[in-house]
Structures are given as C-alpha cells and as structure tokens.
C-alpha cells in the first residue's frame, strides 16, 4: 500500500458515509436518481463513436480475432496516441465489452488524454456486432464457472464457465495482433471490467498476476456461482500471492443493492435478485479490504453515491482512468450512451 494515501479502512469510512448521505438525500426527495431509474435496453446499438471519426489526438485501428474452432470471434479497437511512443512503449489501458466502452469515449477526453506526460494506448475488446452489450457472448467469456443468467421474458439460462479461455485468448492472440499496431509497456498494462467482466479482471488477478499490472473491478458480479469466486479461487490467491505487485481498483454503487428501481412483478428480477443474494450487500469493501491485507497489493475501494449497476458501468471507467492515466475524475458525468449497461 502506498504510505501517502489513508488505509484503506478509512477511505472505506468515508466512501460508505458519503453513501449513506447520498441515499439518505434520494430519499428525502422521494426516488433514486433518474438514471438509476432506467432499464437496460438489450438491443441497444452503438452508433458512430470515435472509431469512425478522426482525431487529431489519437489513430483507431480494428481487428478481429476468432478462436481456433472458429465459433467464437472479437472485435478489437485500438487506439494509439499521435505522439511518439516512450522507450519502453506505451502503458495500455485495457476494456473489456469494448462496444460499450467506445461510447464513452469523445474528441474532448482523448485530447485530455494525449496531454498526459506518458499518454496511454486504448484497447478495446468488444465483439463483431453493432451490439452494445452482447448479453450471452459476455456470460460466455467472462465467468470463471458455470451459473446461472437471468434472460428478460424467458427461463434462467445456465452457462457461462469461460473465463479462462478469453484469458487465453487475450494472451496468445489478442496481444501478438496488438503488438504489430503499436509497442505497449508489458509492465503498465491495465484492465477494466464492469459487471461480469468486473468479475474477469479479479479471476485475471488470481489466475494470471502479471499478465496486468492493474485490475480495475466495476461493480463485480460476486454472486456468480453462487459467490464462487469469493472461496477458493480467493483462498488459493491470498496462500500463494507471494508478494507479487499488483494494483487493484473495486467500485460499487451505493445504490446496486437497493430495489425500489426495479419491477419486482417480474420474473427475471425475481430470479436475478435471488442470484445475487449469494453474495452480501457489502461483498466488494469487505473483498478490498481482504486484498488490502495480501503482501504486494495496492488496493483502492470506492462506493458511489446513488448510483445503481447501470450508470456504474462508465463511473468505474471514468474513475478507473482518472487513477491509471491522470485525467480528471469523470466520473460524475452522464453516460454517452442511450440506455444503461447490464443489470447483471
């Protein structure tokens, strides 16, 4: 842990105060924020986003990659600052379900982000589709386990159990495509997930300390197989750590366990809330404060005030980007989006 920023125990105290006064406040005004409101739109596209636009700060280049068999296929968007790259290359800044996360970005943010004394290269792993979120092909990917996904106007479906797979896939072919686009810096590599990608970049962490060095976990789906990820995988991390550096990043909106949002007539929420019910409300600070404790970890756990799963989705980005790069905190900031991302 850094010795110039508080323990984690106290910016825990504080987050989860700033919290409390936050939900204390939609209450008095009768209701949750508007955006925390929404309801996500499954077939939400993407639009023109900055891939389709030139910039004067960064080049965007696309690829796509299959897995061996051929069933499976990526899309990934890079984007490579227009200055010259350091010795060592550029840091890279790594998000997964990269459709969505493309949204966030504009002109304004990527010049923010070429100013920065070291600026970062962007990759973003998303899927050959116009979808925003692609709801099974992320259950697929980024679930370490076999569980159970809640699907709007239908029976639960039980999947997912490919995590690593994608690890492998990110490893030996999605790095050597990138690296004939651009040098990164194999020690300043970051990844970002939200959701069950959240829950990825932690199965990453455990699995494959050194593949990044920081793990950014936006609103983890710790509930996922039955909170498996939350007992041996966790265990076995903690045992064999062996004062391995990594930095990790834990967001969660205050507001993600509260359900006055959602229409509890209906069976998928029915579903998904006793889904989650495998992991406490305070899963994530209790996990950060757990890896505090791990010799090598630099940990920063952050709760939003009333913000529920959705609008997390680019809080945790923006919040994982101010930390990792140096631009300011964007995090307050509405979404470029229409719609909000998974609630799973």
């Given at each position: 842990?850094?010795?110039?920023?508080?323990?984690?125990?106290?910016?825990?105290?504080?987050?989860?105060?700033?919290?409390?006064?936050?939900?204390?406040?939609?209450?008095?005004?009768?209701?949750?924020?508007?955006?925390?409101?929404?309801?996500?739109?499954?077939?939400?596209?993407?639009?023109?986003?900055?891939?389709?636009?030139?910039?004067?700060?960064?080049?965007?280049?696309?690829?796509?990659?299959?897995?061996?068999?051929?069933?499976?296929?990526?899309?990934?968007?890079?984007?490579?600052?227009?200055?010259?790259?350091?010795?060592?290359?550029?840091?890279?800044?790594?998000?997964?379900?990269?459709?969505?996360?493309?949204?966030?970005?504009?002109?304004?943010?990527?010049?923010?982000?070429?100013?920065?004394?070291?600026?970062?290269?962007?990759?973003?792993?998303?899927?050959?589709?116009?979808?925003?979120?692609?709801?099974?092909?992320?259950?697929?990917?980024?679930?370490?386990?076999?569980?159970?996904?809640?699907?709007?106007?239908?029976?639960?479906?039980?999947?997912?159990?490919?995590?690593?797979?994608?690890?492998?896939?990110?490893?030996?072919?999605?790095?050597?495509?990138?690296?004939?686009?651009?040098?990164?810096?194999?020690?300043?590599?970051?990844?970002?997930?939200?959701?069950?990608?959240?829950?990825?970049?932690?199965?990453?962490?455990?699995?494959?300390?050194?593949?990044?060095?920081?793990?950014?976990?936006?609103?983890?789906?710790?509930?996922?197989g039955d909170g498996a990820l939350l007992g041996a995988p966790e265990q076995r991390f903690v045992a064999n750590n062996a004062g391995r550096p990594a930095r990790v990043l834990l967001g969660l909106g205050e507001g993600e366990r509260q359900v006055s949002h959602r229409d509890l007539s209906d069976p998928r929420v029915q579903v998904h809330l006793r889904r989650i019910a495998a992991a406490p409300a305070d899963s994530a600070q209790r996990l950060a404060e757990r890896l505090a404790e791990v010799d090598g970890l630099d940990v920063s756990?952050?709760?939003?005030?009333?913000?529920?799963?959705?609008?997390?989705?680019?809080?945790?980005?923006?919040?994982?980007?101010?930390?990792?790069?140096?631009?300011?905190?964007?995090?307050?900031?509405?979404?470029?989006?229409?719609?909000?991302?998974?609630?799973?």
């Amino acid at each position: 842990m850094s010795e110039s920023r508080p323990p984690l125990s106290t910016r825990t105290r504080v987050a989860t105060l700033a919290a409390a006064a936050g939900l204390l406040l939609a209450l008095q005004i009768g209701a949750m924020p508007e955006a925390a409101a929404q309801q996500r739109n499954p077939g939400l596209t993407i639009g023109e986003t900055i891939a389709d636009r030139v910039s004067a700060h960064y080049t965007v280049e696309r690829f796509g990659v299959s897995s061996a068999d051929g069933t499976r296929s990526w899309r990934v968007h890079v984007a490579v600052p227009k200055t010259p790259a350091p010795a060592g290359g550029f840091p890279a800044f790594w998000m997964l379900d990269g459709n969505a996360a493309l949204i966030e970005f504009d002109d304004a943010l990527l010049a923010e982000l070429a100013a920065q004394p070291v600026p970062h290269a962007l990759v973003f792993v998303g899927y050959e589709n116009a979808l925003r979120i692609d709801s099974e092909a992320r259950t697929r990917d980024y679930t370490p386990v076999a569980g159970e996904r809640p699907v709007r106007g239908g029976a639960p479906v039980i999947g997912g159990g490919g995590a690593d797979a994608m690890l492998e896939t990110i490893e030996r072919t999605i790095r050597p495509e990138l690296a004939r686009r651009v040098v990164t810096d194999p020690a300043r590599q970051t990844l970002w997930g939200h959701s069950l990608a959240g829950l990825f970049a932690l199965h990453a962490l455990y699995t494959r300390t050194g593949a990044f060095d920081t793990y950014a976990a936006g609103s983890p789906s710790l509930w996922w197989g039955d909170g498996a990820l939350l007992g041996a995988p966790e265990q076995r991390f903690v045992a064999n750590n062996a004062g391995r550096p990594a930095r990790v990043l834990l967001g969660l909106g205050e507001g993600e366990r509260q359900v006055s949002h959602r229409d509890l007539s209906d069976p998928r929420v029915q579903v998904h809330l006793r889904r989650i019910a495998a992991a406490p409300a305070d899963s994530a600070q209790r996990l950060a404060e757990r890896l505090a404790e791990v010799d090598g970890l630099d940990v920063s756990y952050r709760e939003f005030p009333g913000l529920t799963h959705g609008p997390m989705f680019r809080a945790s980005l923006m919040w994982a980007l101010h930390v990792v790069t140096g631009v300011a905190d964007h995090s307050d900031t509405p979404s470029r989006a229409d719609g909000v991302a998974p609630d799973h």
